[in-house]
């Protein structure tokens, strides 16, 4: 795998953004070591903004610094959860066809946007809840749980804050669209 510096850039980045912001002073905590974080907004922005690999990457690695500085371990179960739910957001503008890049953000696009943040939660933390239950023996009850708070919580957050950022990014993107049309 051969990554340009501008990629490498970017999942520096993002990382440190979700990393950082989903220490828990910037969140919800709604259950054992479980924090409702807007801090997946940031994931969720830079995989539909760079595509699945630095979605996945992004949420990799910046789930891990949240791990390693909020003091309670770093669990991979939830770090690779993190990275599968980056990598499967990541997969929108291939769907659209780089529709966001033309400056489109349909109505039809803002749907498909929430589909994958929830199908984004449930497969990658539902991956984290049974590696859970199978690796350290966390009670299924306990993992199935926060699989739930966290599939609905994550995905309402990052439709709200999705919403106005890719409707912005959108905006913006049509008017150099048009920019580059005139020339």
Not at 115 to 125: E, H, K, Q
Not at 145 to 168: E, F, K
Request: net charge positive.
């Amino acid at each position: 795998m051969n990554l340009s510096a501008k990629t490498v850039v970017l999942i520096a980045i993002g990382a440190a953004l979700y990393g950082i912001g989903g220490l828990p002073m910037f969140g919800i905590p709604v259950f054992a070591n479980t924090t409702l974080k807007p801090a997946m907004a940031v994931l969720a922005l830079f995989s539909v903004l760079f595509g699945p690999l630095v979605g996945f990457l992004v949420g990799f690695i910046g789930h891990w610094v949240t791990d390693m500085f909020a003091g309670w371990g770093v669990w991979l179960t939830w770090v690779l959860g993190s990275g599968l739910v980056g990598l499967i957001i990541g997969f929108y503008p291939k769907i659209t066809r780089g529709r966001l890049e033309m400056g489109k953000f349909t109505k039809c696009d803002f749907a498909l946007f929430v589909f994958l943040a929830f199908l984004g939660n449930v497969i990658g933390y539902g991956c984290s809840a049974y590696l859970d239950s199978v690796l350290y023996a966390e009670p299924f009850t306990k993992v199935v749980a926060q699989l739930i708070i966290i599939a609905a919580g994550n995905t309402l957050l990052i439709a709200i804050v999705g919403h106005y950022i890719l409707t912005a990014v959108a905006k913006r993107k049509q008017q150099s669209y048009n920019l580059k049309e005139a020339d």
